[in-house]
């Protein structure tokens, strides 16, 4: 700040202060101030906010942003308005990032291989348990990062899940196993309808 104040002062004969600091962004009176020889301090309010903030910040990997850092201050008793948070955040640069979204994809649709006929179309609401197994597979999102994949299977009849399976890839294994899973404690008669995408 003191070499924008100390620009200005070299260029006020040349240019009026005020357009110096409205383009420079800083304050007219606070320039005045400082040539009077006034130096800002922070206080000692401002400054403990100040770390507060920044605690929460930076503990939070920078993800938060003043409504955030808010609500953890507020968790910890500390009552600050959010127009003063982000003020303080500015003042230190301090943005928040925000990480982009991903989604695994679980079902590859370019495979180009014909579709097997949908039997369930057929079959109708299932009457018996072991009739219609369906089966797809989800993601579970890791807290450290990364995901694991999850199979399952489900007896359209019970509404109960007969068989599962979780890997850290998404291979057709991951989806075999967990049908092997099903089989070995159902063990359905022939006829069993197993659907998948």
């Not at 400054?47 to 929460?56: I, K, L, P």
């Not at 219609?132 to 999850?150: C, H, K, N, Q």
């Amino acid at each position: 700040m003191r070499l924008i104040y100390q620009f200005i002062k070299q260029e006020e004969s040349h240019f009026a202060v005020r357009l110096l600091c409205n383009t420079l962004k800083v304050s007219t009176s606070s320039y005045y101030e400082y040539r009077a020889g006034i130096t800002f301090q922070l206080s000692i309010t401002e400054q403990e906010m100040t770390n507060s903030v920044q605690d929460v910040f930076w503990g939070n990997r920078r993800r938060y942003a003043s409504r955030r850092v808010q609500k953890a201050l507020q968790e910890q008793g500390i009552e600050v308005g959010r127009h003063q948070i982000r003020r303080l955040m500015k003042r230190q640069n301090w943005q928040a990032i925000q990480p982009r979204s991903f989604v695994p994809r679980t079902t590859d649709s370019r495979h180009g291989l014909q579709a097997c006929p949908n039997l369930l179309l057929e079959l109708g609401q299932p009457v018996r348990p072991d009739q219609a197994w369906v089966s797809d597979i989800t993601y579970l999102p890791l807290s450290g990062g990364g995901w694991l994949y999850l199979a399952s299977w489900l007896d359209l009849f019970s509404r109960r899940v007969v068989g599962w399976c979780v890997d850290v890839t998404m291979e057709e294994s991951l989806i075999i196993r967990a049908f092997d899973q099903a089989a070995s404690l159902r063990r359905p008669q022939s006829g069993l309808i197993a659907h998948s995408d």
